[in-house]
């Protein structure tokens, strides 16, 4: 099959190449994908998971890319709940080959059904943001309707997603970030941006129940103040290092889930989440988009087949 790799860690992207590569091997409660959309995350070949196996050893070269959405080639034994020519997507394991690829080898656990009218382009765009923003706001930040809470970073991908997520659970959001973003943020849901630019942003968003965080540094140390009593800080920048004084706070990383996925997707089926494509490529054209970074907001996603 053709794949994108990498066979040099200390290369990472920029020795990003489009080559032939083995067919993916199906372990028990696997499934193979067929890859019709994917995407990824531009600093993930900096993470060391992306490097080695679970057990640690090392697994070069690597496949980067683990937002998938596709349909099952494949079902091996020990596989329940998904059939050949199924439409699937998922966030597929870090310690294992990604989707920048014609097929890859999933745990089936990891992917959820993709119903009929949700095209792979934008499902691909789906799962990291939507992932991670539902875990962070329901199960880390057990965000409740009525509930307030301050998303920082509101104008990128995790940002836009929690935004939606948190408006559409019938919480007050206020967004932060950079005031070019502050017209999609608002259009998305929040009720107010905060320009992160400008002093006074502490006194001008209060106390609120919850804070989502995906920038860190010295906003994440000044956002333990804003923790109404009771409230949770939540950041996927870095560990806290400043808590609040009546509250919780925490750091994660996201992980695949299905049922946290296929509540994702029923929000965006309702109408209620819109994930922001930016660039679109061709599979041979991913090296150069994984290792462009920034340009046109919104996620690059790669169209595979």
Known sequence: MKAVRTHDRDAAADGLVLEEAPYPYAGEGDVIVRVRAASFTPDELSWPASWVERSGRDRAPVIPGHEVSGEVAEVSVGTTGLSVGQRVIGLTDWNRDGALAEYVAVEARNLAPLPAGIDHVQAAALPMPGLTAWQGLFVHGRLQAGQSVLVHGAGGGV???????????????????????????????????????????????????????????????????????????????????????????????????????????????????????????????????????????????????
């Open 159 to 305: 940002g836009m997603a929690t935004t939606q997520l948190a408006h559409a659970a019938g919480a007050r959001v206020i967004g932060s970030g950079r005031a070019g973003s502050r017209g999609r943020v608002l259009e998305l849901g929040a009720e107010e941006f905060l320009d992160l630019g400008q002093p006074g942003w502490q006194e001008a968003a209060g106390h609120v129940d919850l804070v989502f965080d995906a920038l860190g540094g010295e906003v994440l140390d000044q956002s333990a103040a804003v923790v109404g009593p009771g409230g949770t800080l939540v950041s996927i920048a870095q560990p806290p290092r400043v808590r609040p004084e009546d509250g919780r706070a925490m750091y994660f990383i996201v992980e695949p889930d299905r049922g946290h996925l296929l509540e994702v997707i029923r929000t965006y089926v309702e109408g209620r989440l819109r994930p922001l494509v930016g660039a679109v490529h061709p599979l041979e054209h991913a090296p150069e988009a994984f290792r462009a970074k920034k340009g046109t907001a919104g996620k690059t996603v790669i169209r595979v087949a």
